[in-house]
């Protein structure tokens, strides 16, 4: 993993914007993937009775997990200049989507592609483009989990 300096600063700028509002952009997120990928709330039990987006909107729960996911990537884009630190953040996150959740790697790329279009959609093709190689790099070490887990 090789951010330059530029790189590491204009995916974090591009970041921000979209993470100053997390629970509502995490929100989004998520509503627009059950919506689009409807096959993606399988894995959440707790999600698979609401068919409406305005109820997932509402829903405590899945407002929670959406802030949980931009937390995680938070995370993430802090430690883009430390490869040992985003790997830190990033293998056992992957392991346990594959060992204990069971989610189909596939869906990692759903879910970056969705935080892409939301950025350009409220920020422009510059914040879409700044953030690419961020959900490249994560959505490849989180397959790397998955093949080191047994995938």
């Not at 293998?91 to 989610?103: F, V």
């Amino acid at each position: 993993m090789s951010f330059s300096e530029a790189e590491v600063q204009s995916a974090r700028g591009a970041w921000e914007k979209i993470y100053v509002d997390a629970e509502d952009n995490g929100t989004a997120v998520l509503v627009r993937m059950f919506t689009e990928h409807p096959d993606t709330k399988s894995y959440f039990s707790h999600f698979k009775g609401m068919d409406s987006a305005e109820e997932m909107k509402q829903s405590d729960q899945i407002r929670g997990h959406g802030k949980r996911v931009f937390t995680a990537i938070n995370d993430m884009v802090q430690h883009l200049d430390n490869s040992e630190a985003f790997l830190g953040i990033v293998n056992p996150l992957g392991k346990k989507h594959a060992t204990q959740l069971k989610i189909d790697p596939k869906n990692f790329r759903v879910i970056c592609d969705i935080i892409l279009q939301l950025m350009e959609e409220k920020f422009g093709g510059d914040c879409k483009a700044s953030f690419e190689k961020v959900t490249n790099e994560i959505c490849t070490h989180l397959n790397n989990a998955y093949k080191e887990a047994g995938w």
